[in-house]
């Protein structure tokens, strides 16, 4: 990941670094709240409120 | 004599454009509701700082009082900060834990963001006037627009294009009170009638566990703190705030957060922001592209979750009504509201607010987790 970023980061097109963080910026995104939905979903539904 | 009317002779028309923008924000805010806290205080502020000599700002090289609160609150970025305490204190994400398969319209929302940075860059190599736009921290500060969140913008733009700060809280904060206007066209041109008459099921109205409430603050900060730490000043603080709203234990803190804080600083963030709408930064081509830009990262955010959810029903055995993904934007409760204004006039017995205010909701997170990684990524990817 780290030669990746090296290689676009070195490159001179400014649009296929903005095209990177796109995929990148919503794959995390994505990946972050499918951390937070399983978070929610393998919460113990004990002890409601 | 001369210096008996220096005020007229420092009149330019310059700053009298300026003058009436700010008089136009506050007409906005007050005739026509669109966030009175913010753009009636923009709109004075852009007033003050127009004026002749503009003391406010600073007057025989002694700081004004508006210098002074934009060194401290603003190119500090605490000012945002705290607003994000406040509006984490008046989050509930009770009806996101209810319907946890909504966040992610959350998700996909924030394409928007991204589609404009492209945009951006890309007009910023082929327009002369706007070739700052071609630097990727530039075309990330506009972009951000599309988070929908004042506080992210002001954030990202404060750290990445200060220049463009004015043009750019104005266009995040218009746009979101504007939501109502955007986003039913957009979504009449993407959905068929007989999609948005869709009906979806019921949600069940299962309490939420205490423990959930609690914990997920903690949870959400630290998973953002380890997969992009920049962002920890803006996730941090929204859920410090929605901590102490859940805990249940600290009620007037909470109240404090929600009323006060959010008021006082709200207060001096419009102001201060309206302080650096100055004719020399506001009144140029580049600003009415901002604009422009602005309302395009929210059609395209608009157009993201619709798509998101056309393309989950390809999968699912209980479709959802497309127009939830539209909802999947940060400007809550408004998103939500028109949502269901739409599926009403679609047919009277389309009931889809527990899923729209679930979508945006996930999109309050969703998008400061967005402005987030925009932070994170954007210095690897450029040389300082």
Redesign the interface.
């Known amino acids: 990941m780290n030669q990746l970023i090296e290689v676009i980061r070195q490159s001179d097109s400014t649009v296929g670094k903005a095209v990177f963080l796109m995929i990148c910026g919503i794959l995390f995104v994505f990946a972050v709240q499918v951390v937070f939905y399983l978070t929610i979903k393998l919460w113990p539904k004990k002890g409601k409120e | 004599m001369e210096d008996l009317f220096i005020g007229f002779t420092a009149l330019n028309w310059q700053s009298v454009i300026m003058m009436l923008i700010g008089g136009v924000l506050i007409w906005l805010a007050i005739a026509k509701e669109y966030e009175p806290t913010l753009l009636l205080t923009i709109g004075f502020g852009t007033i003050l700082v127009n004026l002749p000599m503009a003391a406010v700002w600073e007057y025989e090289g002694a700081p004004g009082f508006l210098k002074i609160l934009f060194e401290s609150g603003i190119e500090t970025e605490l000012f945002p900060v705290l607003i994000f305490i406040a509006v984490g204190a008046m989050c509930d994400f009770g009806p996101?834990?209810k319907n946890?398969?909504m966040?992610?319209f959350?998700?996909?929302a924030?394409?928007g963001?991204?589609?404009t940075?492209?945009l951006?860059?890309?007009l910023?190599?082929h327009v002369s006037f706007l070739s700052d736009f071609?630097?990727?921290k530039v075309?990330?500060s506009i972009g951000i627009i599309g988070a929908a969140d004042g506080p992210t913008s002001i954030f990202v733009a404060t750290r990445f294009a200060p220049k463009y700060l004015g043009p750019i809280s104005v266009a995040a904060y218009s746009y979101m009170a504007l939501v109502p206007l955007i986003q039913p066209p957009v979504i009449r041109a993407i959905t068929s009638k007989k999609e948005r008459q869709m009906k979806m099921a019921v949600v069940k109205d299962?309490?939420?566990?205490?423990?959930?409430?609690i914990?997920?603050p903690i949870?959400?900060t630290v998973?953002?703190g380890i997969?992009?730490p920049i962002s920890v000043p803006l996730i941090g603080a929204l859920m410090f705030g929605n901590l102490v709203r859940e805990c249940g234990v600290l009620e007037r803190l909470s109240l404090a957060a929600q009323h006060e804080l959010a008021n006082l600083v709200t207060l001096l963030l419009g102001i201060t922001i309206g302080s650096s709408m100055t004719a020399d930064r506001f009144l140029n081509p580049q600003t009415l592209v901002i604009l422009a830009m602005g309302l395009v990262a929210f059609v395209f955010d608009t157009a993201g979750g619709i798509f998101f959810a056309k393309f989950l029903n390809l999968f699912l055995k209980n479709k959802i009504n497309p127009m939830v993904g539209a909802a999947g934007i940060s400007a809550f409760p408004m998103s939500s509201r028109v949502i269901q204004r739409m599926a009403t006039e679609a047919d009277p017995n389309n009931f889809v607010i527990m899923q729209a205010v679930s979508a945006n909701v996930?999109g309050q997170?969703?998008s400061v987790?967005?402005g987030g990684?925009?932070l994170a990524?954007?210095p690897?990817?450029?040389?300082f």
């Open positions: 996101m834990f946890p398969v966040m992610f959350g998700a996909a924030q394409f963001i991204f589609a940075i492209i951006a860059v890309f910023g190599q071609a630097d990727l075309a990330a299962e309490s939420v566990p205490k423990s959930l409430r914990c997920f949870v959400v998973i953002a997969v992009a996930s997170l969703g987790i967005a990684i925009v990524l954007v690897l990817l450029v040389f």
